[in-house]
């Protein structure tokens, strides 16, 4: 990987009009991401988003420029619920809310869920809550999957999957992804794991 993200750069580095200079661009931003190098991987989405403002690309990566700095700042957010209606996030302002990227092909967040369901029931009279932002590319299967395993919190779901305007919004990638924000509508934690959530949710709920 580190010769295949070696070759990325100096392609943008010589050819740096080239067609596939956003999509070269995108994949070192992400490698740089994953790998734990947030700096290198902000200098590849900021350049992606400078040098071709109006590729697709740059739009998801200004949504992960924005997901890096979202800790203190408020978290926006609206879809459509997979039951009924439109689900806001601000209207759940007052609460510490959990807001939840999944999908229904992603065992890690299937593993987790038992022990999400058991933290809401706990807290959700206190004061918590869940939004499930699901990003399946099948409607049908996210219902199912919804009514079979009695999912009590809101589950929106757009068309598009990982390229839906969630996803794009906050550059999403990875499942599952999850974000606290406290009372205030502030975001607490930008990547919560679930063995991480009841401690938080302690000093967060009084």
Not at 64 to 83: H, N, P, S, Y
Not at 90 to 119: H, I, M, N, S
């Amino acid at each position: 990987q580190k010769e295949w993200l070696e070759n990325l750069d100096k392609f943008v580095t010589e050819f740096p009009t080239a067609e596939d200079a956003p999509e070269a661009l995108s994949q070192l931003a992400i490698g740089m991401e994953f790998t734990g190098k947030e700096d290198a991987a902000r200098g590849y989405y900021v350049k992606l988003t400078e040098s071709f403002p109006q590729s697709p690309l740059a739009q998801r990566a200004r949504g992960t420029i924005e997901r890096f700095d979202l800790v203190g700042k408020t978290f926006t957010l609206q879809g459509a619920d997979l039951r009924k209606g439109t689900v806001d996030v601000q209207q759940f302002r007052g609460k510490v809310v959990l807001v939840d990227y999944w999908a229904t092909t992603c065992d890690p967040w299937k593993t987790d869920l038992p022990k999400l369901k058991e933290l809401y029931s706990k807290y959700h009279g206190k004061g918590f809550e869940i939004i499930a932002i699901s990003l399946d590319t099948e409607k049908s299967n996210v219902a199912k999957f919804v009514q079979a395993a009695a999912i009590p919190w809101p589950v929106v779901f757009e068309p598009g999957g990982l390229d839906s305007t969630p996803a794009v919004q906050y550059g999403i990638l990875a499942l599952p992804t999850q974000f606290l924000i406290d009372a205030q509508g502030k975001v607490v934690s930008r990547n919560i794991h679930v063995t991480q959530l009841e401690e938080e949710l302690k000093k967060s709920i009084k």
